[in-house]
C-alpha cells in the first residue's frame, strides 16, 4: 500500500506533462470542491446535496513542470431515470479518456454499497493509473481515518484493483491539496500545455453562469424537493446605452422545474426566495465575469423533464 501523507517538493528538470484526470466517485464525495480548491477558483458548483453536477466541468491547474486538466463528472449511481442514465453515460466515457483516475471516498463515512459499484467499475478499466483519494479528513480524528485507510487498501485488494497511491486531502482545509496535484502530474505524459496560461476551464461561460444558479436555487430548499431543477441561460447581452466605464450585462435565464407544485417552493413567500437565489447568484456571476451584472430569472415548468428525452435535449443533457 502506498500511503502519502507528507508534503513534497517539485520535482527538478524541465520534463513538461500535460494530461486529464477525472475524480469519480458517489454523490457528494467531495470531488467538486476537490476541483475549485486544486485549481483555486470556482469553476464547479457544489452543494451538500447529492447529484449536483451534472455537466463535465474542466478545471485547470497551471504548474511550471506541467498543465493537470481536471474533469469533474456527475456522481455515477444507479438511474431511476432517463436522466440518470445519461449522467452516468457520461461518466463511463470520461473514464476512457482520461490519463489518470481519482477516486473520492469521504474519510467520515464508511465505504458502503456506493462506493463498491464504483469500484466493481473500475477495477474494469485496466490501464488508467487509479488514486484513492480520500476526502474530508477534517472532519475525523488520526484513529478514524487510519481505519478509513486500511479498509480502501483491503477494498483494492478484494477486487483486484491496484492503487497507485491511496491520498489523505482535506480540501476545505486545504491540506494536502498541492500534494496530491504533485503526485498526480508524473502520470500525465509528456507534452506542452494544451490550454492558454490563465485560463481555468473550457466552459462556456453561459453554462457556469447557470450552473452558479442552480447552485443558489438548491440552497435551503426543502427535502422533499427532488433534484428536478434545471437553469437554462436565455441570453446574455451588454447593455447598449452604457458608458464604458460603467458596463452592464443582461443575463436572462429560466429556472426549470418538472411540477407547477414546485413553483412556490423556488418563489417562496411573496416572492423573497427568488430574491435571495438572484441576490446570491449575481454576487457570484459579478466575481466569474468581472462585470455589474442585471438578472432577471423567471420559473417555468417543463413536465417530468428528467424522464422525457426531447425536453432533455432543450434544456442541454
Request: aromatic share 4%.
Amino acid at each position: 500500500m502506498s500511503v502519502r501523507n507528507q508534503s513534497s517538493e517539485q520535482p527538478a528538470g524541465t520534463l513538461h506533462r500535460a494530461g486529464f484526470a477525472c475524480f469519480v466517485g458517489r454523490p457528494n464525495a467531495g470531488k467538486s470542491t476537490l476541483t475549485n480548491a486544486l485549481v483555486g477558483k470556482k469553476v464547479a458548483i457544489t452543494s451538500n446535496r447529492p447529484q449536483t453536477t451534472r455537466h463535465t466541468v474542466r478545471g485547470i491547474v497551471h504548474r511550471p513542470d506541467a498543465q493537470l486538466i481536471l474533469v469533474d463528472t456527475p456522481g455515477l449511481h444507479k438511474p431511476r431515470t432517463l436522466l440518470g442514465e445519461r449522467l452516468n453515460d457520461v461518466v463511463r466515457t470520461t473514464w476512457a479518456e482520461v490519463d489518470v483516475i481519482g477516486f473520492c471516498l469521504p474519510a467520515n463515512e464508511k465505504l458502503g454499497p456506493g462506493d463498491r459499484f464504483i469500484a466493481k467499475e473500475l477495477a474494469g478499466i485496466k490501464k488508467t493509473p487509479k488514486v484513492a483519494v480520500v476526502t474530508k479528513t477534517d472532519l475525523v480524528d488520526s484513529k478514524v481515518l487510519a481505519e478509513q485507510l486500511i479498509a480502501i487498501d483491503q477494498l483494492g485488494k478484494e477486487l483486484g484493483i491496484e492503487w497507485a497511491e491511496i491520498v489523505p486531502v482535506s480540501a476545505v482545509g486545504d491540506r494536502q491539496v498541492d500534494l496530491l496535484a504533485d503526485l498526480l502530474v508524473p502520470m500525465l505524459p509528456e507534452g506542452p500545455a494544451l490550454y492558454p496560461e490563465g485560463d481555468l476551464t473550457d466552459e462556456p461561460e453561459q453554462v457556469m453562469v447557470a450552473e452558479l444558479i442552480r447552485e443558489a436555487a438548491l440552497e435551503g430548499v426543502r427535502d422533499e424537493l427532488p433534484h428536478s431543477i434545471a437553469v437554462v441561460v436565455e441570453e446574455m447581452l451588454p447593455r447598449e446605452d452604457r458608458p464604458a466605464d460603467r458596463p452592464l450585462l443582461d443575463i436572462h435565464a429560466n429556472i426549470y422545474i418538472e411540477r407547477t407544485s414546485q413553483k412556490g417552493i423556488i418563489i417562496g413567500p411573496k416572492g423573497r426566495r427568488l430574491k435571495d437565489v438572484g441576490i446570491k447568484s449575481r454576487k457570484q456571476i459579478e466575481a466569474l465575469l468581472g462585470t455589474p451584472v442585471f438578472l432577471d430569472l423567471h420559473v417555468k415548468v417543463a413536465k417530468d423533464w428528467q424522464r422525457d428525452p426531447k425536453q432533455l435535449r432543450k434544456l442541454g443533457f
